[in-house]
């Protein structure tokens, strides 16, 4: 499998499970953006950017209720960013913060079948399009291929009755790439 398809496969494995760990009923109104061109904006979340040069789209405009907002692949397949949503206004998860949130994915991560995860000790404090967002910063071996891997980052920001989550699956020498798409996500009113 070439590194593309490893990082997309990586991608989806942290989705999926998030996504069946920790999501319920979809009671909240989620609401994805939409692509003008190079732009991508969304109303309800207050975010917008311009799609770096080297990267394309991999998902776009799946229309109302979809959870996964938008996931970009820079054109060497060395980084993989998208944003998804988890409705967390069932009574289950109706307090849980953004560190017990990623808590939670962290236990069903290190419970992988085909990969061995491993994280950093703490948590740390970013912002994001003036928001501040929990990151859990990690890495993953395949346990059939321990030389071949990737670093991943989970971001996690409770918005309304959501979690709103960036997720960066990336080389060792590319995190410089992840955070500066990350800081030119923008806002808008």
Request: glycine letters at 8%.
């Amino acid at each position: 499998m070439d590194n593309k398809h490893r990082k997309m496969f990586g991608m989806l494995l942290i989705l999926c499970l998030i996504l069946s760990t920790v999501s319920g009923c979809m009671g909240s109104p989620l609401v994805t953006g939409t692509w003008d061109g190079d732009t991508f904006t969304n109303q309800w979340t207050h975010i917008t950017f311009e799609l770096p040069s080297g990267f394309e789209v991999l998902s776009r405009d799946r229309g109302p209720g979809w959870v996964d907002d938008f996931t970009i692949m820079n054109d060497d397949a060395r980084v993989v960013i998208g944003l998804t949503y988890t409705d967390i206004s069932h009574r289950d998860f109706d307090e849980y913060t953004a560190e017990d949130y990623l808590g939670i994915i962290r236990e069903s991560l290190l419970d992988s079948q085909s990969r061995d995860f491993t994280f950093a000790n703490d948590f740390e404090l970013v912002t994001i399009a003036g928001r501040e967002y929990v990151l859990m910063r990690g890495a993953y071996t395949y346990k059939d291929n321990p030389t071949e891997g990737a670093f991943h980052d989970i971001y996690a920001h409770r918005f309304v009755n959501t979690m709103m989550i960036f997720i960066a699956v990336y080389d060792e020498d590319a995190r410089e790439t992840v955070d500066a798409f990350l800081s030119s996500i923008g806002t808008i009113r």
